[in-house]
Nanobody, 121 residues
Framework: QVQLVESGGGLVQAGGSRRLSCAASGRSFSSLAMGWFRQSPGKERDFVAVISYNGRRTYYADSVEGRFTITRDNTKNTVYLQMNSLKPEDTAVYYC??????????????WGQGTQVTVSS
């Protein structure tokens, strides 16, 4: 099983930017799609973005389209989420996941522990 560790969360002012990182262990990273999900208190864990194993395909939730960018560096076993023009409604715990290319939680088999992103007005 691939182990994932997120980092880069913190407090950001509205309109600001933040980059999250997800470091993966093992040798299978380059064969797996990677995704980002987020969860706010009292809400379901929602899809944010996904990137194919080779980085050639990406897909975003409507709520972040045009503001967030998912990238990966297979030489470093790391996936990133660049977040720009942040809004208070982006406040959530962000989770990194590994699996197949999709936008459902069921498409992913390994999950990180999450990193908190708080956007203040």
């Amino acid at each position: 099983q691939v182990q994932l560790v997120e980092s880069g969360g913190g407090l950001v002012q509205a309109g600001g930017s933040r980059r999250l990182s997800c470091a993966a262990s093992g040798r299978s990273f380059s064969s797996l799609a990677m995704g980002w999900f987020r969860q706010s208190p009292g809400k379901e864990r929602d899809f944010v973005a996904v990137i194919s194993y080779n980085g050639r395909r990406t897909y975003y939730a409507d709520s972040v389209e045009g503001r967030f960018t998912i990238t990966r560096d297979n030489t470093k076993n790391t996936v990133y989420l660049q977040m720009n023009s942040l809004k208070p409604e982006d406040t959530a715990v962000y989770y990194c996941a590994a699996g197949s290319y999709g936008y459902s939680q069921a498409d992913f088999i390994s999950w990180g522990q999450g990193t908190q992103v708080t956007v203040s007005s």
